[in-house]
């Protein structure tokens, strides 16, 4: 059996995009790929991404956030490299050697959405159902 593509997903704070972009690999294609998440500035997981995936049938709750250059200083090797956030972000992630190629997905966060709680669930799940759509063109292009 061939050796699982490593991938890493990274955004500001690793509490949403790249959380749901793990999970969804995961889900998808966790058979081809190992999948892992990390934020540039870690913070805490959103509630309401631990929601959104509950209702796709992923459960995160409790899950941490993961420090970008954490997995960088600990030499870990990847054979993508994902950001799931602003072009100015996506430009202050490390370059993790040996990558084979890195991608960048830009993705609004839906953490900023303002309005009450149904609005910002409804754009928590717009993102999402993006990236499970970014997600599985990736595994019919790479897997």
């Known amino acids: 059996m061939a050796e699982k593509k490593k991938v890493l997903f990274v955004c500001v704070h690793n509490s949403a995009r790249s959380q749901m972009a793990e999970e969804f690999l995961k889900q998808i294609a966790g058979d081809r790929f190992e999948a892992e998440s990390a934020g540039l500035e870690p913070?805490?997981?959103?509630p309401l991404t631990v929601?959104?995936?509950?209702?796709?049938g992923i459960d995160i709750?409790?899950?941490?956030?993961?420090?970008a250059f954490d997995f960088f200083k600990q030499g870990r090797r990847y054979h993508y490299v994902v950001t799931?956030?602003?072009?100015?972000a996506e430009e202050k992630c490390p370059v993790y050697p040996g990558t084979?190629?890195?991608l960048h997905w830009p993705l609004d966060d839906p953490s900023r959405a303002e309005g009450g709680e149904e609005q910002r669930l409804a754009r928590f799940r717009e993102v999402r159902d993006l990236i499970r759509r970014k997600v599985e063109s990736f595994v019919e292009v790479f897997g």
């Open 100 to 102: 084979l190629q890195r």
């Open 43 to 46: 913070g805490e997981v959103h």
């Open 84 to 88: 799931v956030c602003s072009t100015e």
């Open 61 to 67: 709750l409790g899950k941490k956030t993961n420090s």
């Open 51 to 56: 929601t959104v995936l509950q209702e796709a």
